[in-house]
């Protein structure tokens, strides 16, 4: 089992013959990623990858032709938005979106028909999500993976691949990983994704990873408190952050009560999470944590 994507997932890339585009493409196929399209305006009937991707013009054109049920975006900011629309109004059932710097106002009008159209979104600004062994989609690298029943969830990008580090070394594995991104309007939440990994049969335990600013942390920490029956190990970066000064992302700013990290944590802890104060302590809390 898995959340999100498997190896059966379909995989249209949009942006693909840019170079970010097909850099990224390159190492997801080489992951096992089963990518059937990629989409560029203007550029349809030519072949990316050695020719191994058809190019299409537009999602509906690459739906047609390859079934496509999965899309991930790989487009500058001033488009991203519009690409994820083109994509949920396609009938595409999740959409990732890498793009960081996507303008605020156009998530506003993205989210929304998303939305009406029940299109899961991963992202913007995010680092995808693995599912160990079946499927890359995104910028994690792959190869400090491992097979096991670990969900990971994080709002950064890097703090994921060390927690995935962290777990690999007291010998535990991951199920799926997945970055939902630190910007203020994103598709995916915490509380949507920890229901994931509670539904899965795989997943024994979940690595929660968030950030100062929001309320999205203290939101799952009381979800997990009435809801989640297996164990979450949680940590929260930016524990000496100024108030005020936007850290890092966009969404990662304190204005002051109860976003602070200090705060998460407590409330955190209040719920019944085991809460790490370092990254590095992550592996091993997580291994107690099952123990008990």
């Not at 049969?201 to 809801?227: C, F, S």
């Not at 989640?228 to 949680?234: E, Y």
């Not at 998460?264 to 019944?272: D, P, S, T, V, Y």
Request: some cysteine; proline content about 5%.
């Amino acid at each position: 089992m898995s959340i999100l994507v498997n190896k059966d997932s379909k995989v249209v890339v949009q942006g693909i013959t840019g170079s970010e585009g097909t850099f990224h493409a390159t190492q997801m196929i080489e992951y096992g990623t089963n990518i059937v399209a990629g989409v560029t305006p203007g550029k349809g009937g030519q072949t990316a990858l050695d020719s191994k991707v058809p190019v299409f013009n537009c999602v509906e054109d690459s739906i047609k032709e390859t079934g496509a049920n999965v899309s991930i975006i790989f487009v500058p900011p001033p488009y991203a938005a519009d690409a994820i629309i083109e994509a949920s109004e396609a009938g595409i059932e999740l959409v990732v979106c890498i793009t960081e710097g996507v303008p605020v106002h156009d998530m506003v009008k993205a989210k929304r028909i998303i939305d009406q159209n029940k299109t899961k979104l991963v992202g913007p600004n995010c680092p995808g999500i693995i599912t160990i062994d079946e499927c890359k989609l995104g910028i994690m690298p792959g190869f400090i993976c491992k097979k096991g029943n670990i969900g990971v969830l994080s709002k950064s990008g890097t703090l994921t691949y060390e927690a995935i580090g962290q777990l690999v070394n007291v010998g535990l594995g991951q199920t799926t990983a997945i970055g939902i991104g630190g910007d203020p309007i994103i598709g995916t939440t915490m509380i949507d994704a920890l229901k994931l990994f509670e539904e899965d049969p795989e997943t024994e335990g979940v690595v929660l990873i968030g950030e100062i600013g929001g309320q999205m942390e203290n939101d799952a920490a009381r979800w997990i408190k009435d809801n989640m029956s297996k164990p979450v190990v949680g940590f929260i970066a930016g524990q000496t952050a100024p108030p005020g000064r936007r850290m890092g992302h966009a969404g990662a700013i304190v204005s002051g009560g109860d976003d602070t990290a200090e705060a998460k944590m407590r409330i955190m802890l209040e719920c019944g999470i085991t809460v790490c104060e370092s990254v590095a302590d992550i592996g091993d809390k997580m291994k107690a944590a099952l123990q008990n």
